[in-house]
């Protein structure tokens, strides 16, 4: 690898590289045309405003009729409800499990839950060390 130099040794070259004629590709674009709405028949006729939109337009016109109809893809709004709904249910769960658990619980083993439980809030009892010295 050379380092940076800021004086050429040589000037740009032009750098041609042939393309060569491809009877597939030539396909692949000729059908491609005619999905389009640009076939060869349409090469001599001059342009109108909007042809290209129409020939689409029926193009997926014949398309579903000849698929039955077809299925359509879900919609923008659908998905993001979809998705909302999900983090509503994401975040809502624990809570509604937990309020199942208590209703299930007796307030014995509610009121033996919370003096397990730790509370930051709660006196320290202090028990004196009976630890002796020698």
């Known amino acids: 690898m050379g380092l940076f130099t800021p004086v050429k040794k040589h000037a740009n070259k032009f750098r041609y590289i042939p393309r060569y004629y491809d009877p597939e590709k030539e396909r692949r674009e000729q059908r491609r045309r005619e999905l389009h709405g640009t076939s060869s028949e349409l090469d001599g006729q001059e342009y ?12 997926r016109r014949v398309a579903q009729s000849s698929n039955g109809g077809g299925r359509k893809a879900p919609s923008m709004w659908f998905l993001m409800l979809v998705a ?11 809570r509604i499990v ?13 009121a033996k839950q919370e003096l397990e439980e730790f509370n930051p809030y709660t006196p320290i009892t202090i ?4 630890y002796k010295e020698e």
């Open 48 to 59: 109108q405003p909007g042809q290209y939109i129409r020939t689409q337009r029926e193009a």
């Open 84 to 94: 909302v709904a999900v983090i509503i249910i994401y975040m809502l769960y624990p």
């Open 98 to 110: 937990d309020a199942f658990t208590a209703a299930r619980t007796t307030p014995e083993e509610r």
């Open 127 to 130: 028990v004196p060390n009976d």
